[in-house]
Nanobody
Framework: VVRLVESGGGSVQAGGSLTLSCAAS????????LGWFRQAPGKEREGVAD???????TYADSVKGRFAIWQDNTKRTVYLQMNDLKSEDTAEYYC?????????????????WGQGTQVTVSS
């Protein structure tokens, strides 16, 4: 059974930092697109960052230079470091996985999703 379990969300003041973690099980971790998405109230879900099986990363323009995604294959965990947080970063954050078959992960339809973790940034 595929499982993705996020943790690390919370409340922080603007300018602060948080690190989200997503522990994965039930699939070949190294052979996946791994992505972080977010959804704010009343808004559509949007991609935040992804990392492909070759280690290449992609970021939404809104988070470039502030967020970083990486994975630890030994721990089967993907992380999202979020710095200089802004009120507009407030959202439910989800990690997701898709079987990697080449190309960039940004356009993939993700197959597996975690339950989400809330990030609230106060100004």
């Amino acid at each position: 059974v595929v499982r993705l379990v996020e943790s690390g969300g919370g409340s922080v003041q603007a300018g602060g930092s948080l690190t989200l973690s997503c522990a994965a099980s039930g699939f070949t971790f190294r052979a996946q697109c791994l992505g972080w998405f977010r959804q704010a109230p009343g808004k559509e879900r949007e991609g935040v960052a992804d990392i492909d099986a070759d280690g290449s990363t992609t970021y939404a323009d809104s988070v470039k230079g502030r967020f970083a995604i990486w994975q630890d294959n030994t721990k089967r965990t993907v992380y999202l470091q979020m710095n200089d947080l802004k009120s507009e970063d407030t959202a439910e954050y989800y990690c997701a996985a898709a079987r990697y078959s080449g190309g960039g992960c940004w356009e993939y339809d993700y197959d597996y999703w975690g339950q989400g973790t809330q990030v609230t940034v106060s100004s």
